[in-house]
């Protein structure tokens, strides 16, 4: 599964912010906003919010610096992905949170399922949820990821395999 982004207006906008326009700033962030949400969200859980707002923070910081706006979501997403992982606490054991937390993840037709399935991810560690939502929300590939990730593409590769093994074991428990 892949997200439709609006590119061409989001590098339109960054264009505009660049020049000095605050409205145009202002409709940036309203695009940017649930899409850094939904990253840090489905990483972060619980911590998702403070993750999203941290993460558009240094992206407001940043912004005079990017040089090519049509890649907005890539650079975006790093900084995203990076913050969602620092607050989930980075490589470190699943955290206790509250299933509530999950509500950026997008959910299916099936209210029931998508419970039972934000049930699952929220049993997975940090870097395994992290790993899923690049390769299976965002249809990255693997040396695309470990970008994202700083890590090898090996490492994509088994935190993946893992990832989904506990994904199956927590599911079928």
Same mark, same amino acid.
């Given at each position: ?8 207006? @989001?590098? $339109? *906008? !960054?264009?505009? !912010?660049?020049?000095? $326009?605050?409205? =145009?700033? /202002? ?17 972060? +859980?619980?911590?998702? =919010? $403070?993750?999203?707002?941290?993460? +558009?923070?240094? /992206? ?40 509530? @937390?999950?509500?950026? !993840? ?6 029931? *399922? =998508? ?5 699952? *991810? ?11 939502? *690049? ?15 700083? !890590?090898?593409?090996?490492? /994509? ?5 893992? =990832? ?10």
């Amino acid at each position: 599964m892949t997200l439709d982004l609006p590119i061409q207006r @989001g590098a $339109d *906008l !960054v264009r505009a !912010v660049q020049g000095g $326009d605050t409205l =145009a700033l /202002v409709e940036l962030l309203d695009l940017l906003e649930p899409y850094v949400g939904r990253i840090c969200g489905a990483i972060a +859980l619980d911590a998702g =919010a $403070d993750a999203a707002q941290e993460a +558009l923070m240094i /992206v407001l910081r940043r912004l005079p610096t990017l040089r090519e706006p049509v890649t907005l979501y890539a650079w975006v997403r790093t900084i995203a992905v990076r913050e969602a992982l620092r607050h989930a606490g980075g490589t470190g054991r699943a955290l206790a949170v509250d299933p509530t @937390g999950l509500d950026a !993840v997008p959910k299916p037709g099936d209210p029931e *399922l =998508a419970t039972d399935v934000r049930d699952v *991810l929220h049993r997975l560690r940090p870097e395994h949820r992290a790993v899923l939502v *690049l390769r299976d929300l965002h249809g990255m590939d693997e040396a695309t990821a470990a970008g994202y990730l700083e !890590v090898p593409p090996g490492t /994509v590769k088994s935190r993946l395999h893992r =990832a989904r093994a506990a994904f199956r074991k927590a599911w079928t428990s």
